[in-house]
């Protein structure tokens, strides 16, 4: 269950981060790749050593299959790599971002599936917002905008409604886990008066 409610404040997390990027590009969506390429590198790399720090803090006996030290290398790796070939990474912004905004459709598209494993009854949502998110993130990839202003523009849509969706999802499907753990609770304790 700690494992749970961690992954579910990652999740919550990196939708805020999703969110706050996306505004930022709908509210200036002039500024420029560059601009863009050093916040990601920045972000890149405070991911990396925050990742690093965690590793360092914890006690490995007791959560031995964690990846932190290779989050953490892979993160700030990727935030020089972004801050040394900003020309290179500019050319792939769209495709990156893509296949971010992809990812998380992906994800929400299995957390529907558990949902309907669960037999929750709000996982249609969940499963549309996903299929909606994959389609974004698609449209993304192959870039089809004819101004970078228009590009950024979507772009920033996109990651606004996937940090959101990203939320929603998590939200039910952490309800969805609680109530089955009430329901087994509650069976356990019927069986200990029994």
Same mark, same amino acid.
């Given at each position: 269950?700690?494992?749970?409610?961690?992954?579910?404040?990652?999740?919550?997390?990196? *939708?805020? #981060?999703? +969110?706050? =990027? %996306?505004?930022?590009?709908? /509210?200036?969506?002039?500024?420029?790749?560059?601009?863009?390429?050093?916040?990601?590198?920045?972000?890149?790399?405070?991911?990396?050593v925050v990742n690093l720090i965690d590793y360092i803090r914890k006690d490995y006996s007791v959560d031995a299959y964690r990846y932190n030290l290779v989050y953490g290398m892979v993160f700030?790796?990727?935030?020089?790599?972004?801050?040394?070939?900003?020309?290179?990474?500019? *050319?792939? #912004?769209? +495709?990156? =971002? %893509?296949?971010?905004?992809? /990812?998380?459709?992906?994800?929400?598209?299995q957390n529907a599936v558990d949902l309907v494993r669960m037999k929750y009854s709000g996982w249609g949502i969940v499963m549309i917002v996903s299929i909606l998110n994959i389609v974004f993130g698609v449209v993304l990839i192959m870039n089809p905008f004819a101004s970078a202003m228009i590009l950024f523009i979507c772009i920033g849509i996109g990651m606004i409604y996937s940090g959101v969706s990203d939320l929603i999802a998590t939200i039910m499907l952490s309800r969805s886990i609680k109530n089955i753990g009430r329901e087994i609770e509650k069976a356990q304790n019927q069986n200990i008066v029994n």
């Open positions: 269950m700690k494992t749970l409610k961690k992954l579910k404040w990652n999740v919550i997390i990196s *939708s805020v #981060i999703y +969110v706050a =990027l %996306g505004v930022i590009l709908l /509210i200036w969506p002039e500024m420029t790749a560059k601009n863009i390429c050093y916040v990601v590198g920045v972000i890149s790399i405070a991911v990396g700030i790796l990727l935030g020089i790599f972004i801050f040394v070939k900003v020309e290179t990474v500019i *050319s792939i #912004i769209p +495709v990156l =971002l %893509g296949f971010a905004v992809t /990812i998380s459709g992906l994800l929400k598209f």
